[in-house]
Structures are given as structure tokens and as C-alpha cells.
């Protein structure tokens, strides 16, 4: 094998595949990526064997087709230093040693990379799906970054490792929680297929959700989802990711939402993201709560770590009523905050200082939050 190509395109291309990469892995093999050259194009896979994904380039020159497997730590480190606008990959035979060799040629640098056999990798899916849904890229990828930092990878209750694909008609919810919160968004959707589609409620991987969070680019278009009996697989432009669906079920999530509230509040999210950041950095590992006081147009937030200190911050809110003092982990309040635009504003929904709070955006986005024990 031997071509040219880009090597922006490249970088991308392997720098998206290692998403997918584990280092820990003890098989060699699934550190690397497969690239496969032909017909004026070439694909590059990788997979952990629960998540894989393909990544198509056309920036490339094919003299000689073929595949050869490449490190993908060591294609990401080569790339990233050398200089030139393309780099050239060739598989070769050493005339010293008689055995074959990777050389790839940046410029005046060249590097000699072992060889694997890439009889040996994985099989990695292509999309070839009649009956699949469509989704905004722009849409979808607010959607993924909205919700997967709610999950919980390390669950063994339930199936909070992933997030929830609900559609009803033309609307899709996706829902995550760990149990202590829970983050839920809607959008538009269509369906395209022969064959009706059967709600069963899946729940995609959050290592594949991020996966194709990452590998989403521009606003324009749409994204194809496939749901099958086990497994999803995703076409969006270059990239063509495949996951295995999380076992077990979800928890009715939306009976986690407040039927009513008693006290809805406007709030900018700049200036709330800017307290809550501020009252985090007196928290330490043990002490994650912050107490947020609610008064007659005053928003007073309260944290107490013995090894830190203690930091009082405050914001005027529009709120009239009774005192409510109610304890929140910042880390959860900031990991929704960060998700949104800091000129937006949202709803903070209030009941008492026991009950789960509700947060919502003007825009399909709700996030639930239960309170922390008042005891210090």
C-alpha cells in the first residue's frame, strides 16, 4: 500500500478514531486503527469491540491500494509535530532485513513503525440501514452535550450507563441520570423506513453518545440513527459509529419531575454559573455541598470546608416569599450551567428545601436536581 493525503485530514481522522482507543486494553491490536485505501479514498476504523466507528477522507492520493494497521498514540504524536501540508504512507520491504515496514514520510522527517497484521482487526460495520431516524446534526449535538454528563458509567443498577432514546411520533427525548439528577432534552425527528418502528425505550452507550458528539462537525444536515435489536449505528457525514445498546431498563424518568413547583425563578445563566463557580472553590472531596438561600430578592450561596474555609457569595434574584434554604453538590448545578449559553436565562423551579428542584430552558431542556442532606 502507498499513498498521500492531508495531513490536517489525517490528524482529524486518528485523533476521532482515539476516542474510541482504550490504553488500558491488553490486546495490542485494539490500540490501533485500520486504514484502508482505494479508489481515490481511504477509511479509517477503530474499535474497543463494545464501540467502533469508520472515518472516510477523500484529501488523499491511493498509488498503491491496500490496509495496514497503525498505533494510533504514535500516528497522533507524529502528526501533530510534523510540519508539512501531507505526509506520505507506504508499505515497504526493508532490503536489510527482508521484513516488511511502515514508513511515513513528513517532510524530511521519516519514521519505521512495525507491522501488524490487519487480517487480525476487528470487523467494523458500515451503515447500510433502510429504517432509520433523522436529526438535525445541530440539534443532536446540543442534545448529547446537554445529557451525557448525567450518566453513570459505573452503575450496576439499572441502566444509568448510558442515555435514553424516546421517541413518541416526530418528537425524540433523550434522558440521563445517575440517580441524583437527571438532565432530559427534546427535539424534532423523522423517521425514514418501510418497517414501523418499536419504541422499546433503547439506551445508547455514553462512551458511543460522546464518540458521536465528537465526531459531528458543521451545523448543516442531518444525522441517521438505526436502532436495532442490540446495537445502534450512526451515519453523520465522514464518520459511521457503532455501539452496543446498555442492558437492563431505565427508570421512569419523567416520574422524577415535579408535577408542580411553588416558586419559579428567572435566572441568567452567566451570572448564576459566575456564583456557583465562585462558592465552589471553598468544597473539598468530603464537603461538596453548597447551601443556596433563597430571600426576598436575594440569592445567598454558603460553603463551609474544614480543610478550605468558608465563602459566602451573593446574587439579587427576582424572588418574593418565605425563606428557603435548600443544599445542593455544585458540581452537579455547574455541570448543567456549562452546558448552556451564559447570555441565556432559565427557570428555577423551587418547592421546599427538601424537594427536588427543576431547572428549564426555554427550549426543550429540563434538569432535575435532588437536594443534599441539611445536616453539616
Do not use: W
Request: proline share 4%.
Amino acid at each position: 500500500m502507498k499513498l498521500s493525503c492531508s495531513r490536517s485530514a489525517l490528524l482529524s481522522g486518528f485523533q476521532i478514531i482515539g476516542s474510541v482507543i482504550s490504553s488500558r486494553t491488553p490486546k495490542e491490536i485494539l490500540k490501533c486503527a485500520k486504514l484502508e485505501a482505494g479508489d481515490g479514498k481511504a477509511t479509517l476504523s477503530g474499535t474497543d469491540l463494545e464501540v467502533s466507528i469508520r472515518y472516510d477522507f477523500e484529501e488523499v492520493e491511493v498509488v498503491v491500494p491496500g490496509e495496514i494497521l497503525l498505533s494510533v498514540h504514535e500516528l497522533v504524536s507524529i502528526l501533530r509535530e510534523a510540519t508539512t501540508d501531507s505526509v506520505e504512507i507506504e508499505l515497504k520491504k526493508e532490503e536489510e532485513t527482508d521484513q516488511d515496514m511502515i514508513l511515513i514520510a513528513a517532510g524530511k522527517s521519516e519514521f519505521r513503525l512495525s507491522v501488524h497484521d490487519p487480517s487480525e482487526f476487528p470487523a467494523v460495520e458500515t451503515f447500510n440501514e433502510s429504517n432509520f431516524f433523522e436529526v438535525p446534526i445541530q440539534s443532536f449535538r446540543e442534545m448529547i452535550r446537554r445529557t451525557v454528563f448525567a450518566t453513570d458509567p459505573e452503575s450496576t443498577r439499572y441502566a444509568l450507563g448510558g442515555v435514553l432514546f424516546d421517541v413518541e411520533g416526530d418528537k425524540l427525548t433523550l434522558a440521563a441520570t445517575d440517580g441524583r439528577r437527571l438532565a432530559m432534552v427534546e427535539s424534532a425527528c423523522s423517521y425514514q423506513g418501510s418497517e414501523p418502528y418499536e419504541n422499546n425505550r433503547p439506551v445508547i452507550p455514553a462512551k458511543a453518545m460522546t464518540l458521536i458528539e465528537k465526531s459531528l462537525t458543521g451545523d448543516e444536515g442531518n444525522i441517521q440513527i438505526a436502532i436495532r435489536a442490540n446495537d445502534v449505528i450512526v451515519k453523520s457525514g465522514r464518520s459511521t459509529i457503532f455501539g452496543r445498546l446498555v442492558e437492563g431498563r431505565f427508570p421512569k424518568y419523567r416520574d422524577v419531575i415535579p408535577p408542580e413547583t411553588t416558586h419559579s425563578i428567572d435566572l441568567e445563566v452567566g451570572t448564576f454559573f459566575g456564583a456557583v463557580r465562585q462558592a465552589q472553590i471553598v468544597t473539598d472531596v468530603e464537603t461538596r455541598g453548597v447551601d443556596f438561600i433563597f430571600n426576598s430578592g436575594l440569592l445567598t450561596l454558603k460553603s463551609v470546608a474544614a480543610s478550605v474555609g468558608e465563602s459566602k457569595v451573593e446574587i439579587p434574584i427576582p424572588y418574593e416569599g418565605e425563606e428557603i434554604v435548600i443544599t445542593f453538590d455544585v458540581r452537579y448545578l455547574a455541570d448543567f450551567l456549562k452546558a448552556l449559553d451564559s447570555a441565556a436565562h432559565i427557570q428555577l423551579q423551587l418547592i421546599d428545601s427538601d424537594s427536588a428542584a427543576v431547572l428549564k430552558t426555554d427550549d426543550g431542556y429540563t434538569y432535575v436536581i435532588m437536594p443534599l442532606s441539611q445536616a453539616r
